[in-house]
């Protein structure tokens, strides 16, 4: 963190809280560059998004002693399966993201199909850091912020002491 202040910006209404339009820039192979409008999606439609697209079940290993299945975390195929999940995820997200150039398409399944197909695997991957990045970098920053939250700096209560009060701060806050 610096120790210039944050930059506050006045709300006017609640749709400055929206997540909004970024234009990306991605490198191709021969160092040409694509550029690409996206709509910003919030960290909860992105997973909402992605679990509307369930994980394979998984394979029984064999039963245990009272009865209970256990499960083969490690099978190859599902392992194989689980991996086509996270792509399709990742494509259902971007087909809800990427504005222009406008994704061939009725809806977004259709489209993700059709990114599925063609678009190159150097600019899917670009485009999933992106969003990645952005999510987590908002996170990150959430957690930065927390911190100064916390008498201990931790941004948690676990170095507190048991009654979580800690004096020292609330005598260097009253002094």
Do not use: C
């Amino acid at each position: 963190m610096t120790d210039e202040p944050n930059k506050i910006i006045p709300l006017a209404t609640l749709d400055d809280l929206t997540a909004g339009t970024i234009n990306a820039v991605l490198m191709q192979e021969d160092d040409s560059e694509v550029r690409m409008q996206l709509k910003m999606l919030s960290a909860f439609k992105i997973l909402e998004i992605q679990h509307a697209v369930p994980l394979p079940p998984p394979v029984v290993s064999h039963p245990g002693k009272n009865g209970e299945l256990i499960y083969n975390w490690n099978d190859a195929q599902y392992l194989r399966d689980r991996d086509v999940v996270f792509i399709r995820r990742n494509l259902l997200v971007l087909a809800h993201m990427i504005q222009q150039p406008a994704i061939p398409g009725n809806n977004h399944e259709e489209k993700a199909s059709w990114l599925a197909d063609n678009l190159k695997p150097v600019l899917q991957d670009q485009l999933v850091r992106l969003f990645r990045d952005i999510t987590s970098k908002g996170e990150a920053r959430i957690q930065s912020r927390a911190e100064t939250f916390q008498p201990n700096g931790s941004g948690t209560v676990e170095n507190l002491p048991p009654d979580g009060v800690d004096n020292h701060a609330v005598e260097r806050l009253a002094g």
